[in-house]
Nanobody, 115 residues
Framework: QVQLVESGGGLVQPGGSLRLSCKASGNIFRPYTMGWYRQAPGKERELVASIASSGMPNYADSVKGRFTISRDNAKNTAFLQMNSLKPEDTAVYFC?????????WGQGTQVTVSS
């Protein structure tokens, strides 16, 4: 059974930075895609960024140029470096791994951008 553990959320001032980590464990077979999603209060969950096994990234327009997704295949871990954070980035951030036989979600980590 595959499990995801997220870390790195917290409170940061506008313009600040945070780095999220998502480590997958269990029976993981490549190729797989890992992604970060977020959900703000009263809004639907939305894709922030994803990265394929090849390393090819994909970003939401709202975070392009500010966020960078990366992965360490040897450790089955994905990272989301978030710079120039804005109040509108405040949300619960969820990690997801897309495997050949389904998808698994993490428990979510809160990111709050506020002065």
């Amino acid at each position: 059974q595959v499990q995801l553990v997220e870390s790195g959320g917290g409170l940061v001032q506008p313009g600040g930075s945070l780095r999220l980590s998502c480590k997958a464990s269990g029976n993981i077979f490549r190729p797989y895609t890992m992604g970060w999603y977020r959900q703000a209060p009263g809004k639907e969950r939305e894709l922030v960024a994803s990265i394929a096994s090849s390393g090819m990234p994909n970003y939401a327009d709202s975070v392009k140029g500010r966020f960078t997704i990366s992965r360490d295949n040897a450790k089955n871990t994905a990272f989301l470096q978030m710079n120039s954070l804005k109040p509108e980035d405040t949300a619960v951030y969820f990690c997801k791994i897309q495997l050949f036989n389904g998808q698994i979600w993490g428990q979510g980590t809160q990111v709050t951008v506020s002065s």
